[in-house]
């Protein structure tokens, strides 16, 4: 485990271990009570890897009425609870303390109610990002946030973190694209929040909620909105000479009037690890890409695209190649989608940052990383939603080296307070969690802090719901 | 009349109005409004230009406090899709601006409550018009916001980006808290380019049933239906497509081959169409007016079960928006409570005499486990209880 200030375990916790877990077992089923050593190991982490601590038990419930009894319990026992998805989360937001029981929402699988007519899903917390998608495809429909781990990252832990995806430029984040949710909170008590249809009455608990990494409840039920996909889609590759040269370009499409499905960017780093991955044509001579992609049917397709090819043509592009078929869309959206397992295969570490910043400041931001970029001596590739402004440097460094980690920290908190100097902010899509966590101050004042913080003193009056994450300690 | 800021330099302009001894406070900035803030002694009521007071329940203070006085657009960076505004900046100025670049508000809000409402009072209110459906509410276009707290502070939530995850999304709950929790001084929003064109197709249908089927299809179809609306009166459906000609034309004749007799209106009918609707202009004037959310299916009963009482109205968003009106009766109003219930829904009384919405339950009162949680919220913001106290509950 790396050093980093942690909450230090509550000594009375530990020291009833035995009896946490027993408690546990009387209030679930053997199965779903994990305590063994070599049990708990594959939840000692999350996709942060650097930062491990095995927790004091791992508890899978199978309903709400399970929720609600587990937290009962360790509310009354001062327990802290760690609630977590799939584990896919890459700013530590699922990592355990050492006195913390994790919630595991993985057997909360199933998907309840799919209505067509009125367009929305009821899922449970468990059910993968693309399990709903693949449970509505065959009516034509689909859920439309998709971050990278849409095949394995669960729709709790989207709305925890409230995350994005490559489509949300024209499709909007997760809590964009939800109606409804069943929390538990610490006491136990299960709140009904939204419901099938848009706009609740009174405060936006939903969009409190949403982004509040498990801090305010666990979640049972959510309840998504649906839509119909287009009639087809269709990207396009365009390559330039510089980064800044492709971010003037970006700024024309939007000015133009049109508001491609998705527009994202790449570095030569970037390009470079993505096409020895995917082979999708990628072009290798051209310093930064950009992957355009349109919706809708043939005809359509065609006009927007090339609309867009005028466009790029304006800015001396060094390549530029329409996808004729599916397959070739497929090809230049696995590159994109492989990303950072593309970048893990020249360096087997990497740090994948999440910084936002206004896209007109993008030539300059990204002439700041690379000078960092030399002065740390670290790679970096950089991979960004261009339309919207989230930028995801990847700091490749070597996890055997305890240096080389301590130096992609620096790195990585160098790269984020950039992003707020520029207008920007930490976290685009990705959560505060662990990693961002002593950065808040740099974006928000002591007051704004206490502020937020009042809203989890409210909720969990004990901070026992995965504390430690989001506020500086 | 004058009042002293917290530094007792400066001077805040004030009407004085003969029903509120502490007369209407104007601050021309963010920094005197805290000021007043810190030396308030007594509630008030936060307002704009006051176009909504009379929408859910009559506010009770002596003195208003508004923002009117701190007004003008500070960021529009139309290649980035965003624009700020301070909180009294009038909606109409800010369509102006966004149209003299070919960019539009995307939730399209309302023009109900007439051309002075501001931007802090669109987002306080969380007005969004047709488009809602396809292009999301008011609350999810707003990317930031300083406000002012109970205690006088200062704050600065999310910010001038599209995308933000960064701490607890206070935007969000501020956005529709009507004033209740802080002082909207100034907004940064998210905007879209004006579509090309816009078309929209005319269905004639038998009844809101028919109409909801007819809607339904027309979201439930790959080709962006971007308003779906239905007036009883001419018992007529209209689906919405706006985007570039050539797609508009296209869609629109996809669309009207599924429907029988459907006519295509092309874009200067359409506009003028969509702003009627957007603004509630197909409503029989009434007594009192509410609006009721639920699932779409459920619209047609929301017509249904208000009708004995002498409530009527129309259905936007594909169903699932009932605007109505009727009288100011208590019989009325538990009509329409009773039928969004039923619906699964939930209702706003948005117009109404005082001596109604002083009595009854404006919208629906929450579980008693989120109403415990909601005091202790507002006593995290407004520790003194003196913005718009009694505006949306009466406990």
Same mark, same amino acid.
């Given at each position: 485990?790396?050093?980093?200030?942690?909450?230090?375990?509550?000594?009375?916790?530990?020291?009833?271990?035995?009896? %946490?877990?027993?408690?546990? +077992?009387?209030?679930?089923?053997?199965?779903?009570?994990?305590?063994?050593?070599?049990?708990?190991?594959? *939840?000692?982490?999350?996709?942060?890897?650097?930062?491990?601590?095995?927790?004091?038990?791992?508890?899978?419930?199978?309903?709400?009425?399970?929720?609600?009894?587990?937290?009962?319990? @360790?509310?009354?026992?001062?327990?802290?609870?760690?609630? +977590?998805?799939?584990?896919?989360?890459?700013?530590?937001?699922?990592?355990?303390?050492?006195?913390?029981?994790?919630?595991?929402?993985m057997r909360m699988n199933r998907i309840l109610e799919i209505n067509y007519a009125d367009r929305y899903a009821v899922v449970q917390p468990g059910v993968t990002n693309i399990g709903i998608t693949q449970a509505v495809a065959d009516a034509g429909y689909f859920y439309a946030p998709?971050?990278?781990?849409?095949?394995? @990252?669960?729709?709790?832990?989207?709305?925890?973190?409230?995350?994005?995806?490559?489509?949300?430029?024209? *499709?909007?984040?997760?809590?964009?694209?939800?109606?409804?949710?069943?929390?538990?909170?610490?006491?136990?008590?299960?709140?009904?929040?939204?419901?099938?249809?848009?706009?609740?009455?009174? *405060?936006?608990?939903?969009?409190?909620?949403?982004?509040?990494?498990?801090?305010?409840?666990?979640?049972?039920?959510?309840?998504?909105? %649906?839509?119909?996909?287009?009639?087809?889609?269709?990207?396009?590759?365009?390559?330039?000479?510089?980064?800044?040269?492709?971010?003037? @370009?970006?700024?024309?499409?939007?000015?133009?009037?049109? %508001?491609?499905?998705?527009?994202?960017?790449?570095?030569?780093?970037?390009?470079?690890?993505?096409?020895?991955?995917?082979?999708?044509?990628?072009?290798?001579?051209?310093?930064?890409?950009? %992957?355009?992609?349109?919706?809708?049917?043939?005809?359509?397709?065609?006009d927007m695209l090339g609309r867009l090819r005028e466009i790029c043509e304006r800015f001396a592009p060094v390549s530029m190649r329409v996808a004729q078929t599916e397959a070739e869309s497929a090809a230049i959206w696995k590159g994109r989608k492989g990303a950072f397992g593309a970048v893990g295969r020249i360096s087997p570490d990497y740090l994948c940052m999440d910084g936002v910043i206004p896209t007109s400041r993008l030539g300059e931001v990204l002439r700041r990383i690379e000078e960092m970029s030399a002065a740390y001596d670290l790679r970096v590739a950089n991979i960004f939603h261009a339309g919207d402004g989230n930028l995801h440097p990847l700091i490749m460094y070597d996890a055997n080296d305890p240096a080389s980690f301590a130096k992609a920290e620096r790195f990585g908190a160098e790269i984020l307070t950039l992003c707020v100097e520029a207008g920007g902010c930490l976290t685009g899509e990705h959560g505060v969690g662990v990693e961002k966590r002593e950065l808040m101050r740099v974006q928000f004042s002591e007051s704004e802090l206490t502020q937020m913080r009042a809203m989890k003193d409210v909720f969990d009056p004990q901070w026992l719901l995965n504390p430690a994450k989001v506020f500086p300690l | 009349m004058v009042v002293e800021s917290g530094e007792g330099v400066s001077v805040v302009s004030a009407r004085v109005d003969a029903a509120l001894p502490g007369g209407v406070i104007v601050p021309r900035d963010e920094a005197e409004l805290a000021g007043v803030v810190r030396d308030a002694s007594a509630p008030m009521l936060v307002q704009g230009n006051g176009t909504k007071a009379g929408m859910l329940r009559p506010g009770r203070a002596a003195a208003v406090l508004s923002t009117a006085g701190m007004s003008g657009i500070t960021l529009y960076s139309p290649s980035e899709l965003v624009m700020r505004a301070r909180?009294?900046?009038?909606?109409?100025?800010?369509?102006?601006?966004?149209?003299?670049?070919?960019?539009?508000?995307?939730?399209?809000?309302?023009?109900?409550?007439?051309?002075?409402?501001?931007? &802090?009072?669109?987002?306080?209110?969380? $007005?969004?018009?047709?488009?809602?459906?396809?292009?999301?509410?008011?609350?999810?276009?707003?990317?930031?916001?300083?406000?002012?707290?109970?205690?006088?502070?200062?704050?600065? =939530?999310?910010?001038?980006?599209?995308?933000?995850?960064?701490?607890?999304?206070?935007?969000?709950?501020?956005?529709?808290?009507?004033?209740?929790?802080?002082?909207?001084?100034?907004?940064? =929003?998210? $905007?879209?380019?004006?579509?090309?064109?816009?078309?929209?197709?005319?269905?004639?249908?038998?009844?809101?049933?028919?109409?909801?089927?007819? !809607?339904?299809?027309?979201?439930?179809?790959?080709?962006?239906?971007?308003?779906?609306?239905?007036?009883?009166?001419?018992?007529?459906?209209?689906?919405?497509?706006?985007?570039?000609?050539?797609?508009?034309?296209?869609r629109c004749g996809r669309l009207a081959g599924q429907f029988a007799g459907a006519e295509i209106l092309g874009s200067g009918e359409s506009k003028a169409l969509w702003l009627s609707i957007r603004d509630c202009e197909a409503l029989p004037p009434g007594e009192a007016m509410w609006r009721v959310s639920v699932r779409p299916s459920a619209g047609p009963g929301v017509l249904r079960?208000?009708? =004995?009482?002498? $409530?009527?109205? =129309?259905?936007?968003?594909?169903?699932?928006?009932?605007?109505?009106?009727?009288?100011?009766?208590?019989?009325?109003?538990?009509?329409?409570?009773?039928?969004?219930?039923?619906?699964?829904?939930?209702?706003?009384?948005?117009? &109404?005499?005082?001596?109604?919405?002083?009595?009854?339950?404006? !919208?629906?009162?929450?579980?008693?486990?989120?109403?415990?949680?909601?005091?202790?919220?507002?006593?995290?913001?407004?520790p003194r209880g003196i913005f718009n106290p009694l505006k949306m509950w009466a406990a």
């Open positions: 485990m790396r050093a980093m200030k942690q909450l230090d375990p509550k000594p009375e916790v530990m020291a009833r271990r035995s009896e %946490i877990i027993a408690g546990l +077992r009387r209030i679930l089923p053997e199965r779903a009570v994990i305590a063994q050593a070599v049990e708990l190991k594959p *939840y000692e982490t999350d996709a942060l890897t650097a930062y491990r601590q095995v927790p004091l038990a791992v508890v899978l419930p199978e309903d709400e009425a399970q929720v609600v009894d587990v937290l009962k319990f @360790c509310a009354a026992g001062g327990v802290r609870v760690i609630p +977590r998805g799939a584990g896919t989360s890459l700013c530590g937001g699922a990592l355990p303390l050492a006195d913390s029981v994790v919630v595991g929402l998709d971050p990278s781990s849409q095949l394995a @990252c669960m729709i709790g832990g989207n709305v925890g973190m409230n995350s994005g995806g490559a489509h949300c430029l024209k *499709y909007g984040v997760t809590a964009n694209n939800l109606l409804g949710l069943r929390l538990v909170t610490v006491a136990g008590e299960v709140l009904e929040i939204g419901g099938a249809h848009c706009d609740a009455a009174g *405060y936006d608990w939903l969009g409190l909620i949403t982004g509040s990494e498990g801090q305010l409840g666990i979640l049972t039920e959510v309840t998504v909105r %649906i839509l119909h996909a287009p009639e087809g889609a269709r990207a396009m590759l365009a390559g330039f000479a510089s980064n800044e040269v492709a971010g003037e @370009c970006v700024a024309a499409i939007i000015a133009s009037g049109i %508001i491609p499905v998705a527009l994202e960017f790449m570095d030569k780093p970037a390009i470079h690890a993505c096409e020895a991955f995917a082979h999708a044509g990628y072009p290798l001579d051209a310093q930064a890409l950009l %992957i355009i992609e349109v919706e809708g049917s043939q005809d359509e397709q065609a | 909180a009294g900046t009038a909606l109409a100025e800010i369509e102006a601006a966004l149209a003299a670049h070919g960019q539009q508000m995307i939730a399209e809000p309302s023009h109900l409550f007439g051309e002075a409402q501001t931007i &802090g009072g669109v987002v306080a209110a969380n $007005v969004s018009g047709p488009r809602r459906i396809s292009g999301g509410a008011m609350r999810d276009h707003v990317l930031g916001l300083r406000a002012v707290n109970g205690s006088g502070e200062i704050l600065n =939530f999310g910010g001038r980006v599209l995308k933000n995850v960064t701490g607890l999304d206070l935007t969000k709950l501020l956005t529709g808290s009507f004033g209740t929790l802080a002082v909207i001084t100034e907004v940064t =929003f998210k $905007v879209l380019p004006v579509a090309g064109a816009v078309g929209t197709i005319v269905v004639r249908v038998a009844d809101a049933q028919a109409a909801v089927a007819v !809607m339904s299809a027309g979201l439930g179809s790959p080709f962006s239906v971007s308003g779906a609306a239905y007036l009883p009166g001419s018992r007529e459906v209209y689906l919405r497509v706006e985007d570039f000609a050539e797609s508009v034309a296209y079960d208000v009708a =004995f009482a002498g $409530v009527t109205g =129309f259905l936007d968003w594909g169903g699932g928006l009932v605007w109505l009106s009727g009288p100011a009766t208590h019989e009325a109003h538990e009509a329409v409570c009773a039928a969004a219930r039923t619906g699964g829904g939930v209702w706003w009384l948005m117009r &109404g005499p005082e001596a109604l919405r002083a009595v009854v339950e404006v !919208m629906p009162p929450e579980a008693p486990a989120l109403a415990a949680l909601r005091r202790q919220v507002v006593a995290k913001f407004d």
